[in-house]
């Protein structure tokens, strides 16, 4: 019941959070930027920076999940949940462009400048740093609990943003601290360790959305769960095929079934109608389900989802 009322609220909870998330990162991003410039901490500039790209992030979030809930239309007969995708992949990319960005700043550090002139950061970066981690890292907690619960890959990919700028600030604290102990090349370092951090989170937020632009399956634990539903209902003698293919947020199944050769007609559109609606009603982030009755011992084929021949 807790799933369906999340489900029906979809856009306005992830816009709630989303505007959170705005809030958080406007004032991360400036506190460390002062700390940053105040404090002489590269670690901590490119840690702000970072942060900065967050917030131009969340607005893709929010505008990808309020077209990807626009109703089907003439053009879109399918719906727009795959634009959420979309958004993913923006986020990807802006994520590896930061990411290589800090990692450019912190090279041309080591390799222009002599190590021994980069001023040593100052006490101030180091305790921004701490406060970071333990604000990001429950932003990252927080956004994911409803990234789960709502099934967005725009909003997960949000979460990993919070997840990492606390990883950025982890690398922040421990080239800052390694600068104020006597090794001042740490701090530049820190930034390139940064940059691969943010480099590997944007590789998985852009091939998880990749994933489900070109029709990947679900899971073999949502596949099992649908097949023991299907075969529960009262007609089905067995299941000739089972596709799934997942569409944005939401999953569109083709099941053909085998029933006895001997029904009419209507017995047959029943067995069809209850597979349909059950499927749909115990599996919210189904879409559609399409079912195909088979008489039993003829051979599966396979599903054409254009066929308008397959009964329903």
Known sequence: MRKLHVTSNRAAIAMRISWYSIAVNII??????????????????SDAIHSASDVFATFIVMAGISISGRASDA??????ERLECVASILLAVILVLTGLGIGYSGIDKILHHDTELIPVPSF???AAAVISILVKESMYW?????????????LMADAWHHRSDALSSIGSFIGILGA???????????????CLMILHAGYEIFTGAVDKMVDKACSKEEEDAIRAKVTAIPGVWHIDLLHTRQFGSRI??????????????LQSHQIAESIHHSIEKDFPNV????????????????????????AE
């Open 142 to 154: 927080y956004t994911r609990h409803y990234a789960l619960l709502l099934e967005s890959d725009a």
């Open 28 to 45: 991360l991003s400036l506190g460390k930027l002062a700390a940053g410039l105040l404090g002489h901490s590269a670690a901590m500039v």
């Open 287 to 310: 879409k559609h389900c399409m079912v195909h009755i088979n008489p039993v011992g003829e051979p599966s084929h396979e599903i054409d989802p254009q066929d308008d021949t397959d």
């Open 124 to 126: 101030l970066p180091l």
């Open 252 to 265: 569109f199944v083709d099941v053909e079934v085998s029933a006895d050769d001997n029904l009419t007609l």
């Open 180 to 194: 104020r102990m006597g090794y001042p090349v740490l701090d530049p370092l820190a930034s390139i360790v940064i």
């Open 75 to 80: 053009d879109h007969q399918y719906g727009h």
